[in-house]
């Protein structure tokens, strides 16, 4: 059974850094495009940042570019996000997400997710 674990949230200032971690286990890291999403409150989910099946792209949304970073390590299953520079527009609940579908570039429509990780940038 896919299951995915973020950890490494929590609350900093405007400016600071953090660093996710997600955790995959069930035996399909390898294959798979991996991502972050998030949601602040009152808002509609929105993407972050994504890495493709076997690391070698990556996207980001304009919001984050130059602040934020992603990459894979599959010999531990996990997945990051580096944040730095952080604003407290940044604040929100971040989700891993892995793409169900294999050797795809993106997470597409079809994915698992993670319970979430609470970023919290004060002013």
């Known amino acids: 059974q896919v299951q995915l674990v973020e950890s490494g949230g929590g609350l900093v200032q405007a400016g600071g850094s953090l660093r996710l971690s997600c955790t995959a286990s069930?035996?399909?890291?390898?294959?798979?495009?991996m991502g972050w999403y998030r949601q602040a409150p009152g808002k509609e989910r929105e993407f972050v940042a994504a890495i493709n099946w076997n690391g070698v792209k990556t996207y980001n949304t304009d919001s984050v570019k130059g602040r934020f970073t992603i990459s894979r390590d599959n010999a531990k299953n996990t997945l990051y996000l580096q944040m730095n520079s952080l604003k407290p527009e940044d604040t929100a609940v971040y989700y891993c997400?892995?793409?169900?579908?294999?050797?795809?570039?993106?997470?597409?429509?079809?994915?698992?997710w993670g319970h979430g990780a609470q970023v919290t940038v004060s002013s």
């Open positions: 997400v892995v793409d169900r579908t294999p050797y795809t570039n993106r997470p597409n429509d079809n994915n698992y």
């Open positions: 069930g035996g399909i890291f390898s294959t798979r495009a």
